[in-house]
């Protein structure tokens, strides 16, 4: 067979092959396995550093955008991949085409993707969508990945060899009309493949995170209690978790006496508690809305603890999510009694985007630490990093005091002789795990401060809300700023020296105009 011939012949069936393959894996994802399609990018943002990957984030139009990237960018991959692939495979067996290439087949195009995959992306196999423990989900990733490779090569060899056979010699014709006419069957097979790829991209797509991450709780809207539906939301997922809690489990391991894993009933036999915490983004800008409040019920991760009995090297506390997401947390601060595992949020299940069905809360603590869908707890050394943490976001997680004017709307205009009584201004104030003891404003860009009424007290480790009368004098541009006093008596403040990956500190401030 001539080489132009071969190397066509196994590219249209790589790329044939690679849509085939690529197809099964957005099947694979609808039923909640875990694909290259986003494990790839789950392993390799980490190594990118928060400044590059904030940049890039503003680049390409937020985190959603970026996610998009990310599975789009795979997936051509793959294409890429596959067709030249499918060429190579071509050229080689453009002197025997029919050989019933299996074996080595089968090494080249299952064997060592295999191999690469277990090697590259170790560290993020044990993904779960619907919730299945990490040793588990780690073979059901392999397992699914194995049945796509399989997939690309049976279709590869299969439609190289359909369109490469010979047909049956009738007078002397050879058979290149019957490969015009083979390629366009063996495309249409590849544009029906390609179209129920479409298809489930489209589903998961409703499915996916796109339309929620990223929600704000901020302005005129914010009450004490932030609604589970309002309540801000942030993952790293493109398509969240969906646990099945009948084939979900709590695994307590690593520098322990005793492991154990506890069955979601079981662990309803620890004594319930309730506390209102607030949780606020390590990523919240001063005047943003990654930042709620809510009650959460459940119990003291210490409960838990203590009957796994740490040993003495214990320093740390690694939480993992079924998701593969993971960060670690002070053995002290697992130790204090507000830091609960949560299985209820508002007087609700928690709903499945907060974390279902039990999430970590450690107040005072930015949200990153706060682990969804939490499947592994490990008592580790000093040593052990979270996936932000490992981006290089920190090295302070705690969260400074901050405020927020919620009303009136920055840029806002009033006008003196319209209005029937004074300005209502309004917003928060969070202390970490510290609560709030005083909120003033100033009306003058800080140069003179006036205490507004603490209206809601949230207590120690949720926010407060507060609220005050303004009355402007005479007409002009105002420049409106609020600062809180935590409880422990700390006044807010701009502190030039914290890493910029550590939250950002200062003060919200706004404009109001107000005309004659
Ligand atoms: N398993 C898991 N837990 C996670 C995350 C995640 O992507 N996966 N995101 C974290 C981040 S960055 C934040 S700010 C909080 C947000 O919690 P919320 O979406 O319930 O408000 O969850 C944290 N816990
Ligand atoms: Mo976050």
Same mark, same amino acid.
């Given at each position: 067979m001539s080489r132009a011939r071969a190397l066509f012949a196994g590219l249209l069936a790589g790329v044939v092959a690679a849509i085939a393959m690529t197809a099964m894996m957005l099947l694979l994802a609808c039923f909640g396995v875990a694909t290259p399609l986003v494990i790839i990018g789950d392993r390799l943002s980490?190594?990118?550093p928060p400044g590059p990957f904030l940049s890039l984030m503003g680049k390409v139009g937020g985190y959603n955008h970026l996610k998009q990237l990310g599975v789009g960018s795979t997936i051509a991959g793959q294409l890429v991949v596959g067709a030249i692939g499918g060429a190579i495979f071509g050229f080689c067996m +453009? +002197? #025997?085409?029919?050989?019933?290439a299996t074996l080595s087949t089968i090494a080249l195009f299952v064997v060592l993707p295999l191999i690469a995959v277990v090697i590259a992306l170790w560290p993020v196999h044990g993904t779960s969508y619907v919730g299945l423990p990490i040793a588990p989900a780690r073979l059901v990733t392999l397992v699914g990945f194995a049945l796509c490779v399989f997939v690309f090569e049976r279709t590869l060899v299969l439609g190289f060899q359909f369109l490469t056979r010979p047909t049956i010699q009738r007078e002397d014709r050879e058979f290149s009309p019957a490969i015009g006419r083979r390629a366009f069957l063996l495309s249409a097979i590849g544009v029906a493949a390609a179209g129920g790829g479409v298809a489930l991209a489209r589903k998961l797509y409703r499915a996916a995170t796109f339309s929620y991450d990223g929600t704000q709780y901020k302005g005129r809207?914010?009450?004490?209690i932030t609604p589970n539906d309002l309540f801000y939301c942030v993952t790293k997922n493109v398509v969240d978790p969906r646990v099945d809690v009948r084939l979900w489990h709590l695994e307590v391991n690593g520098l322990v006496h005793n492991q154990a894993t506890w069955r979601f009933q079981d662990l309803t036999g620890f004594s319930a508690v309730e506390h209102e915490t607030t949780l606020m983004c390590? $990523? #919240?800008?001063?005047?943003? &809305?990654?930042i709620s409040n809510a009650l959460w019920k459940g119990f003291p991760l210490r409960d838990l603890l203590k009957q796994a009995g740490p040993l003495s090297a214990a320093a740390r506390v690694r939480l993992h999510g079924v998701d593969n997401y993971t960060d670690t947390i002070p053995l002290e601060k697992a130790m204090e009694p507000t830091t609960l595992l949560a299985y209820e949020m508002n007087g609700v299940p928690l709903p499945d985007r907060h974390g279902y069905p039990l999430r970590v809360i450690v107040p &005072?603590?930015?949200?990153?630490?706060?682990?969804?869908?939490?499947?592994r707890i490990e008592v580790t050394d000093a040593n052990a990093k979270g996936f932000y943490e490992t981006q290089g976001w920190g090295p302070d997680f705690m969260t400074p005091t901050r405020s927020r004017i919620d009303v009136p709307d920055h840029e806002s205009w009033f006008s003196l002789n319209q209005l029937s009584g004074a300005i209502e201004v309004k917003g928060m104030a969070y202390g970490g795990d +510290?609560?709030? $003891?005083r909120v003033e404003v100033s009306f003058d860009d800080g140069r003179i401060w006036r205490d507004a009424e603490i209206y809601y007290a949230g207590g120690d480790l949720a926010w407060s809300l507060w609220k005050t009368d303004w009355m402007p004098e005479q007409p002009g541009n105002y420049t409106l700023v609020a600062r809180a006093t935590d409880g422990k008596g700390t006044v807010q403040k701009w502190e030039p020296d914290r890493s910029p990956f550590s939250g950002v500190t200062g003060f919200h401030k706004i404009v109001v105009h107000v005309a004659a």
């Open positions: 980490v190594f990118i +453009r +002197r #025997n085409p029919g050989k019933p809207v914010v009450q004490p390590i $990523s #919240n800008g001063l005047d943003a &809305g990654l &005072g603590y930015f949200g990153e630490k706060h682990v969804k869908w939490l499947t +510290r609560g709030i $003891s």
